[in-house]
């Protein structure tokens, strides 16, 4: 049994993993905007309560850059307090079991190639949307993560007058002060504007998936994250967008699919422990 963690700047989720399923799952706030040693014992209260003789080891998603061997991370997004923390070593020190760190968006994407929709693909690309976007590379059936695991951090591409992320992430309370769940409730129920804002997004995440197909040419694409369910509001815009592209061969072989994996990026923390 491993005990993973998806850590977050709005939710901590933590569950027992064995077997390829997710048991005693829980989730709680995290205090984002308080001090490290808060958040940092906030995790070690919820392994305490899951810990047991069973437990082989802890895996936790980080939404960050980190130095993987030795578990360090660093400039978590939307935990303004943990700039570099030695989160490897605090764990296993306290709970002695091997404790393994990776990006979330990474962890999500092993979760999805491992256990989910990524399975037939040797070469593919999972893209979270939340309140933040980010993505893990597949290359040969192995996960890329580049150095500091920072392979795919492609929210921070430039783009328009800003970049991706304030077009595919935060995008709907910056520009339209509302939510993706707001949003998506109006446009179902037939709400016109609601409908345009989808297909604004959908317009800005095909000139995403395009910089996508660009850099790693994946077989699939595999989207999560809390805006992810809303699909079918932006798949249209998305496509139509995508369209534009200097290799027909290319965008004629990508899959691009939504992962109905709840708990991909929980599974995908389990991998990390060997």
Known sequence: ???????????????????????????????????????LNLLSQLIERMMNE???????????????EKGVVYNV???????????????????????????????????????????????????????????????????????????????TLPYLDSDFEQYCSSFFFKRYNTTGAEAAEKANSGDRAALEIWKEFGIHLGNLMKAVLLVYAPQAVILGGGIAPAFPLFRGAMENEMRIFPYKVI????EVKVSHQKDASLLGASVLIK
């Not at 069973?54 to 993987?68: A, L, M, N, Q, T």
């Not at 965008?251 to 990508?254: A, F, P, W």
């Open 1 to 39: 049994m491993k005990l993973s963690i998806d850590l977050g700047g709005t939710h901590v989720r933590i569950a027992q993993v064995e077997n390829g399923r997710c048991l005693n799952k829980k989730s709680v706030a995290c205090p984002s905007q308080q001090d490290a040693s808060t958040i």
């Open 251 to 254: 965008l004629d072989r990508v």
């Open 77 to 155: 997004a939307n935990i303004s307090s943990w700039k570099e923390i030695h989160l490897k070593e605090a764990l296993e020190s306290e709970f002695r079991v091997p404790v393994a760190i990776n990006n979330d968006s990474n962890c999500f994407t092993l979760g999805v190639k491992m256990f989910g929709e990524g399975q037939p693909y040797a070469n593919m690309v999972g893209v979270t949307i939340g309140t933040g976007i980010g993505a893990g590379v597949i290359i040969d059936h192995r996960l890329y993560g580049g150095e500091f695991m920072g392979a795919g951090e492609i929210g």
């Open 54 to 68: 069973h437990v082989e080891g802890i895996g936790i998603g980080v939404p960050s850059i980190v130095d993987s």
